[in-house]
């Protein structure tokens, strides 16, 4: 049966490593139909909007939606609902994205590109599942208002429901019945009643269905440490929206380049959406020389399991690594650096 996908190529870096990724889903030559819609900055100087009513419409019916990146210095000073990350945001929320996965992988060919020792960080691959809906992101009240006397107050809200916890925390147990069969809960328990509340209902959970898998539960700073410390300790690690924003921006660092990165963001819905950690690279923008990696990586992760072709997720990733173990590099993880367009005929050929 066909497939559908919409494209969001958004801003910055965005345009040119979606077009690479298009090239591969071209040449993968599948039963797949695709279109491109407009969100983040994009969106906003073309309809005002960052996320555009024809673009959350056609993103709910889609099989998968890609998305590059949002943002941009262009649109820094506006208010946060006409920014272009409300438009991510919003597309998170409004298609009930609960459960983002980061997986941190290091391949081989890569070692030398972390600033970690290679035995640190050789055979790595955790798994962080980020709560994508809830906490302080979407919290009220929220706001900066002015009280007197010069004196301004800002103020977000960290909140967390237990059926918001417990969705989030199943799905971390199962992948990691599907992998190395531990989870990590990561909050700060010792300073949050939000934090508190995940530690209890993360633990009853376990103890109610997933006895199987192997639980414990750590501290964010302390995981912060951690990760640099021994990262081979992790398997799956589930934490809040903005713990896991934080510590997978550092997981990915480990893999050598947040260039490397893909993630899925997965929900009750029919719908799920898949994009690289990394943002949108203004600085390097329009210059042809951003990692399309990740981007190539996250239409892997669509197609193992948004679009009922794992040989497809596995042929994607294969010839990744190849192109790798081949030496070609972009910028961010190497010497001699191929442009994005370069990278993306490269892993092409080797598909
Ligand atoms: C991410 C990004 C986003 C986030 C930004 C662009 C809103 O950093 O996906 O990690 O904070 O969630
Ligand atoms: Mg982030």
Redesign the pocket.
């Known amino acids: 049966m066909s497939k559908h996908i919409v494209l969001l190529p958004g801003d910055g870096i965005g345009p040119e490593v979606m077009a690479e990724a298009v090239k591969v889903i071209k040449a993968l030559e599948l039963d797949i139909t695709f279109e491109e819609k407009l969100v983040g900055g994009a969106a906003i100087d073309a309809t005002g909007s960052p996320l555009p009513a024809d673009t959350l419409e056609a993103c709910k019916h889609a099989d998968a939606c890609l998305l590059a990146?949002?943002?941009g210095p262009k649109w820094a000073g506006a208010a946060y609902d006409k920014r272009?990350?409300a438009g991510?945001?919003g597309l998170?929320k409004e298609m009930d994205l609960y459960a983002?996965l980061?997986p941190a992988i290091v391949f081989d060919a890569l070692i030398d590109a972390s600033t970690l020792k290679p035995e640190i960080v050789r055979g790595l691959d955790i798994l962080i599942v980020?709560e994508?809906t809830g906490g302080v992101?979407f919290g009220q009240p929220r706001g900066i208002t002015d009280i007197g006397n010069g004196e301004r107050r800002g103020v977000n809200t960290q909140v967390y429901t237990t059926s918001e916890i417990r969705r989030v925390a199943a799905k971390a147990f199962e992948l990691a019945r599907a992998r190395g069969g531990k989870v990590c809960s990561v909050e700060k328990s010792n300073v949050m009643e939000s934090g508190l509340l995940w530690r209890e209902e993360v633990t009853k959970l376990h103890a109610e269905q997933y006895t199987d898998v192997q639980l414990s539960h750590m501290y964010a700073d302390n995981c912060a440490m951690q990760l640099l410390r021994t990262p081979s300790q992790f398997d799956v690690i589930v934490t809040d929206?903005?713990f896991?924003?934080i510590l997978?921006?550092e997981a990915a660092m480990l893999t050598g380049s947040l260039g490397m990165l893909p993630?899925a963001s997965l929900g009750a819905g029919r719908a799920s959406l898949y994009?690289p950690?990394h943002?949108?690279a203004p600085d390097i923008a329009g210059q042809n020389k951003a990692n399309p990696l990740a981007m190539i990586l996250s239409l892997a992760m669509a197609m193992r399991y948004s679009l009922g072709a794992p040989e497809a997720a596995d042929r994607i990733e294969s010839a990744v690594k190849k192109t790798l173990a081949d030496g070609v590099r972009t910028a961010d993880i190497g010497p001699n650096p191929v442009s994005t367009a370069a990278m993306g005929d490269a892993v092409v050929a080797r598909l």
Do not use: F, I, K
Request: charged content about 30%; aromatic content about 4%; proline content about 4%.
């Open positions: 990146c949002v943002g272009p990350e991510l945001l998170r983002n980061r980020r994508l992101y929206n903005l896991g924003d997978s921006d993630s994009e950690v943002g949108s």
